[in-house]
Protein backbone atom coordinates (compact mmCIF):
# COMPACT_ATOMS: atom_id res chain seq x y z
CA UNK A 1 0.00 0.00 0.00
CA UNK A 2 1.91 3.25 -1.23
CA UNK A 3 0.81 6.67 0.92
CA UNK A 4 0.52 10.32 -0.47
CA UNK A 5 1.14 13.57 1.45
CA UNK A 6 -2.03 14.74 2.01
CA UNK A 7 -3.12 18.53 3.18
CA UNK A 8 -5.34 18.90 6.18
CA UNK A 9 -6.89 21.49 7.64
CA UNK A 10 -6.44 22.29 11.48
CA UNK A 11 -9.90 22.77 13.31
CA UNK A 12 -8.57 25.13 15.64
CA UNK A 13 -6.64 27.75 13.73
CA UNK A 14 -7.81 26.84 10.50
CA UNK A 15 -4.54 26.51 8.69
CA UNK A 16 -3.78 24.02 6.32
CA UNK A 17 -1.16 21.90 7.10
CA UNK A 18 0.42 18.53 5.40
CA UNK A 19 -0.10 14.97 6.42
CA UNK A 20 2.66 13.45 5.27
CA UNK A 21 3.38 10.03 3.72
CA UNK A 22 5.22 8.44 6.39
CA UNK A 23 2.43 9.70 9.41
CA UNK A 24 0.10 8.70 7.33
CA UNK A 25 1.61 4.97 7.36
CA UNK A 26 2.19 5.25 11.05
CA UNK A 27 -1.31 5.97 11.72
CA UNK A 28 -1.94 2.93 9.11
CA UNK A 29 0.53 0.43 11.14
CA UNK A 30 -1.14 1.70 14.66
CA UNK A 31 -4.52 1.08 13.39
CA UNK A 32 -5.69 4.45 13.92
CA UNK A 33 -9.08 5.49 12.17
CA UNK A 34 -9.05 8.64 11.98
CA UNK A 35 -6.69 11.23 10.67
CA UNK A 36 -5.14 14.53 12.61
CA UNK A 37 -7.18 16.94 13.31
CA UNK A 38 -4.81 19.85 14.59
CA UNK A 39 -1.39 21.26 13.41
CA UNK A 40 1.48 20.97 14.83
CA UNK A 41 1.61 24.19 16.71
CA UNK A 42 -2.16 23.75 17.45
CA UNK A 43 -1.39 19.88 18.81
CA UNK A 44 1.22 21.71 21.06
CA UNK A 45 -1.08 24.07 22.78
CA UNK A 46 -3.23 21.43 23.74
CA UNK A 47 -1.24 19.16 25.05
CA UNK A 48 0.26 22.06 27.48
CA UNK A 49 -3.42 22.28 28.15
CA UNK A 50 -4.01 19.49 28.89
CA UNK A 51 -0.67 18.84 31.37
CA UNK A 52 0.70 16.22 28.32
CA UNK A 53 4.24 15.63 27.26
CA UNK A 54 5.01 18.08 24.22
CA UNK A 55 6.05 15.26 22.16
CA UNK A 56 5.92 11.50 22.23
CA UNK A 57 9.30 10.67 23.44
CA UNK A 58 9.36 13.72 26.63
CA UNK A 59 12.98 14.81 24.91
CA UNK A 60 14.46 18.09 25.71
CA UNK A 61 15.84 20.30 22.69
CA UNK A 62 18.58 22.17 23.64
CA UNK A 63 20.74 24.78 21.68
CA UNK A 64 23.80 24.66 22.41
CA UNK A 65 27.52 25.35 21.09
CA UNK A 66 30.13 22.02 19.96
CA UNK A 67 32.95 21.80 22.14
CA UNK A 68 34.74 20.50 19.26
CA UNK A 69 34.46 23.19 16.72
CA UNK A 70 32.12 25.60 17.78
CA UNK A 71 29.06 25.55 15.48
CA UNK A 72 25.65 25.92 17.08
CA UNK A 73 23.66 22.66 17.36
CA UNK A 74 20.85 21.09 18.91
CA UNK A 75 20.84 18.62 21.23
CA UNK A 76 18.29 16.06 22.58
CA UNK A 77 18.85 16.50 26.38
CA UNK A 78 19.47 19.55 28.89
CA UNK A 79 23.47 19.44 28.83
CA UNK A 80 25.60 19.20 32.44
CA UNK A 81 27.85 21.67 33.22
CA UNK A 82 31.17 20.82 32.79
CA UNK A 83 30.82 17.98 30.51
CA UNK A 84 31.54 18.45 26.39
CA UNK A 85 28.43 18.91 23.62
CA UNK A 86 29.33 17.73 20.55
CA UNK A 87 27.59 18.39 16.96
CA UNK A 88 26.60 15.61 15.17
CA UNK A 89 29.77 15.57 12.67
CA UNK A 90 32.43 15.87 15.80
CA UNK A 91 30.31 13.37 18.23
CA UNK A 92 30.86 10.71 15.03
CA UNK A 93 34.24 11.87 14.54
CA UNK A 94 34.98 11.57 18.31
CA UNK A 95 33.25 8.07 17.97
CA UNK A 96 35.69 7.06 15.30
CA UNK A 97 38.79 8.39 17.02
CA UNK A 98 37.85 6.81 20.62
CA UNK A 99 40.01 3.98 21.96
CA UNK A 100 38.06 0.67 22.97
CA UNK A 101 37.69 -0.42 26.16
CA UNK A 102 40.70 -2.27 27.70
CA UNK A 103 39.39 -5.79 29.07
CA UNK A 104 39.18 -6.27 32.95
CA UNK A 105 42.33 -8.16 33.95
Known amino acids: M ?8 CIDCGSDFI ?3 GEHLFFHDKQ ?18 LG ?6 NKVET ?3 CSGCGKETTVPFKP ?15 KKVAPAPSPAA
Do not use: M
Open 32 to 49: FKNEPKRCKACKGQRAQQ
Open 63 to 65: TAV
Open 19 to 21: FTA
Open 52 to 57: LPQNAY
Open 2 to 9: EFQDRTLK
Open 80 to 94: TQGRPVFCRECFQQN
